[in-house]
């Protein structure tokens, strides 16, 4: 690969970080296209640090606020997406205390309303177990997730 065949792909890469945030994931990823030499593609990733448009901390932010409001994850489900992203925990764990508390039982009240009226006419029990199964999966705390759902229940005689 020679130099200017590196810049284009640069400059392509840094076009798209600038449209949207990445994680050096993310590129490791997209690199397949490319098909960059390892120490190029390590240049690229540090030049691309260096010059602000890979920022894990930003990215984590974002990733966060994007999976909560638009998504409507729980705070598990969102941190071991980042996890799996490679995304250092120290980053992971200062944007999911950043979450408005209020935001998320508001987000987590509508799931469990949602989901309480599709099962609205089966037995008690398999509404509650369905309802915590679909809450869990989508990566509510199990034990805020129960909560949520007998409070919902008796409120609305469910």
């Excluded at 250092?88 to 039982?105: K, M, N, T, V």
């Excluded at 679909?134 to 909560?147: A, I, T």
Aim: positive net charge; proline residues 1%.
């Amino acid at each position: 690969m020679d130099d200017e065949q590196y810049q284009q792909i640069l400059n392509s890469v840094k076009s798209l970080c600038a449209k949207s945030e990445k994680c050096a994931g993310d590129i490791y990823k997209k690199n397949k296209k490319w098909q960059l030499p390892g120490n190029k593609l390590e240049e690229m990733i540090e030049t691309l640090k260096e010059e602000g448009f890979i920022d894990h901390k930003r990215y984590t932010h974002a990733f966060v606020n994007d999976k909560l409001r638009f998504n409507h994850w729980g705070k598990n489900k969102i941190k071991y997406s980042l996890i799996n992203k490679q995304i250092d925990e120290q980053f992971i764990d200062e944007a999911l205390e950043a979450i408005d508390e209020q935001l998320y039982s508001q987000i987590l009240k509508k799931e469990t309303d949602k989901k309480l009226k599709s099962l609205r006419d089966q037995d008690k029990y398999d509404i509650k177990n369905k309802t915590a199964q679909y809450l869990v999966q989508k990566g509510f705390e199990y034990g805020k997730v129960f909560e949520f759902i007998e409070k919902r229940m008796r409120n609305n005689d469910y």
